[in-house]
């Protein structure tokens, strides 16, 4: 019977609950049980690092300009899977300002959960752990790691070394974000063109 491969560009919530609790000295598991508290903690942990990494927005779970068209209703309902979303351009074109009250978006300056016409908003989405880059998979599991080894263990070398772990997971997902980014210093904006200037240029006129 044919197997499926294994993705070594990815890891899963097993895999990390288990490097989670190899780090407070527990022994590996082949399924989530979450009858056994140990396995609920550290999954736990593992879900409420990826909400707290994936909110402060990065490339991967970033978009702009995306469109929310209202409902027959006219009231425009935010999906689920979003940590953050504003106003494109909200600091420019000061004449809508928009909060997530319930399940709604909501007007503050007019007062009202009522949206004419489509709204276009910068958005932070929150992704399943498997779908995230591998880069930060480690970082949430390092981090998650951190959280659990400080709460049940009494090991302060321990948790240094989880923690330096945990800081130099961050700096590969920093480089990830500059490296997927192509941001510029002058914050040319997505879908547009810029070429800088260039020397050759002024020997071959």
């Avoid at 007019?110 to 970082?139: A, G």
Wanted: net charge negative.
């Amino acid at each position: 019977m044919a197997t499926r491969p294994v993705d070594y560009n990815t890891d899963t919530e097993l895999s990390s609950v288990n490097a989670i609790l190899a780090a407070i000295g527990t022994a590996p598991i082949t399924e989530l049980d979450f009858a056994n508290p140990e396995v609920a903690l550290a999954h736990g942990l593992l879900l409420e690092c990826s909400i707290d990494v994936q909110a402060e927005g990065w490339v991967f779970n970033t978009e702009n300009q995306y469109p929310f068209p209202p409902n027959a209703d006219n009231e425009i309902y935010i999906p689920r899977n979003i940590t953050r979303l504003d106003i494109s351009d909200g600091q420019v074109y000061r004449d809508c300002d928009v909060v997530k009250r319930g399940d709604r978006l909501y007007n503050k300056l007019d007062h009202t959960f009522k949206f004419p016409n489509t709204l276009y908003c910068d958005v932070n989405w929150l992704f399943d752990f498997e779908d995230l880059p591998i880069v930060f998979q480690r970082y949430i599991t390092y981090k998650a790691a951190g959280r659990a080894a400080a709460q049940l263990m009494m090991d302060k070398e321990q948790v240094q070394l989880l923690v330096s772990q945990e800081s130099f997971a961050r700096a590969s997902c920093m480089e990830y974000e500059c490296n997927q980014g192509d941001y510029t210093f002058f914050g040319t904006p997505p879908g547009t063109v810029y070429q800088s200037y260039q020397p050759y240029r002024t020997l071959a006129r």
